[in-house]
């Protein structure tokens, strides 16, 4: 039997029985980074389509993910939904590619689940592979992993919206000084920004708001 750690935070979200019914012991509390605990050097973040969109739309998810690499060298993201997009309530979809870009770029791998019971499964069977099986031979390491900065991130977002260059990007975060405020202002203020005309100024607009009004 498998033992998994669960944040206190996952009871409502039914799988944690779902693991006990794979065969997995569970033990339920406060955890410090992470909503999984697998093995000593593997912990997952568990988030729903709608609640990815959400925390990175609002600057949460960097944070999150800095802590889950700081406290495992083996760190996931689980995101769950058949939908990557998150329907009209989600952000663009170049922005929440280049978002889920961003994230392995960050050196946390990123995992795609239907559904709670297939995350279950992909969680049940990560304990495994951590817990029991014998761990895969060394391979002679070619290529350093390429990784950037967590400040790195907001420009690597920026330039997944169609028409925003590496440069513009930079001239949006030195003006607004985050993504966050990026995302929260107005065209008329976008187009203050030199290199940002009506057509860079919608695009970002339709990249970091909900895709319907009023949703």
Known sequence: MVRILVDVQERRSGIPELLAELGAE???MSLAA???VLGDDTIVERKAVLDLHSAVRRGHLWAQLAKLRAACPFPYLLVEGRSIDGGH???HPNA?????LAVIDQG???LRS???ADTARWLHRLAVRCQREAPAPALPQLVPRATIQAEVVPEAMLTAVPGISTVTARALLERFGSLTAIAIASQDE???VPGIGVE???AIVDAFRPLASGA
């Open 26 to 28: 569970i033990e339920v």
């Open 34 to 36: 992470g909503d999984y």
């Open 89 to 91: 309530r989600g952000l």
């Open 96 to 100: 929440i590619r280049g978002a889920c």
């Open 108 to 110: 946390v791998a990123l």
């Open 114 to 116: 239907d559904d709670r």
């Open 190 to 192: 976008l187009l203050e």
């Open 200 to 202: 860079r100024a919608r």
